[in-house]
């Protein structure tokens, strides 16, 4: 079975600053998805961006950024010019290409952005 | 207009009742999934359904019984609820077919049970 873990139970960032956020994943497969998805106060869970294992390219959107290492097993998130809207717990998650139906999570980051 | 909705946001219970939580989505995906969310925000999947047929069913009690009537919803009945069953249950909903998309959560249901 697949884990993520997310090493970082806390974290904390002023406000413009970067921060990057770490997960690592245990899989034997070679085709899965990659996720990191945020949820804020209001306990929405709200996705930030996604990445294909296959996909040499790191994924970006706007100020959120990835640093995938597939030999690694590793996926941060990098956060950057980070705004008080940012608050909130990140969430990496994992799912298999193989027909698993279903998003592995890691136990979480709550990031706290710092006026 | 809400993409994936659950009713209701908050319930409160007693131990021993039995109660449902209902969801609907509108984004015609073919597969919807339940969550549970407990107190140190572990997210873990329960159920999931594609085409209205179960695909995954996780080890949980089997006080806890999905029903999906059609495509677009998803419903979770709990029967005799116990102090544990406490945590905000999600669901979600995606598209398989033509590959593995995007989850989309609803607002969550937090459930208390006293």
């Known amino acids: 079975a697949q884990t993520v873990t997310q090493s970082q139970p806390e974290m904390s960032v002023q406000e413009a600053e970067t921060v990057t956020l770490s997960c690592t994943y245990d899989t034997s497969e070679s085709d899965y998805y990659l996720f990191w998805y945020k949820q804020p106060p209001s306990r929405q869970m709200i996705l930030v961006i996604r990445q294909e294992a296959y996909k040499q390219q790191n994924a970006t959107e706007n100020r959120f950024s990835v640093n995938f290492q597939k030999a690694a097993k590793s996926f941060s998130l990098k956060i950057s010019d980070s705004q008080l809207g940012d608050a909130a717990m990140y969430f990496c998650?994992?799912?298999?290409?193989?027909?698993?139906?279903?998003?592995?999570f890691g136990k979480g980051t709550k990031l706290s952005v710092i006026p | 207009d809400t993409a994936v909705s659950q009713t209701p946001k908050y319930l409160v219970t007693q131990m021993g009742n039995d109660k449902s939580i209902k969801c609907e989505q509108n984004l015609g995906h073919d597969t919807m999934y339940w969550y549970k969310q407990d107190s140190k925000k572990f997210l873990k999947i329960m159920f999931s359904?594609?085409?209205?047929?179960?695909?995954i069913n996780e080890t949980v009690p089997n006080r806890f019984s999905p029903k999906s009537p059609d495509k677009a919803h998803l419903n979770l009945h709990i029967n005799s609820l116990e102090l544990g069953d406490s945590a905000v249950y999600f669901c979600?909903?995606?598209?398989?077919?033509?590959?593995?998309?995007?989850?989309?959560f609803g607002p969550g249901t937090r459930l208390t049970v006293l």
């Open positions: 979600a909903s995606s598209q398989l077919a033509g590959g593995p998309n995007e989850q989309f």
């Open positions: 998650a994992y799912y298999s290409g193989a027909g698993s139906y279903q998003l592995t």
């Open positions: 359904y594609n085409n209205k047929e179960l695909i």
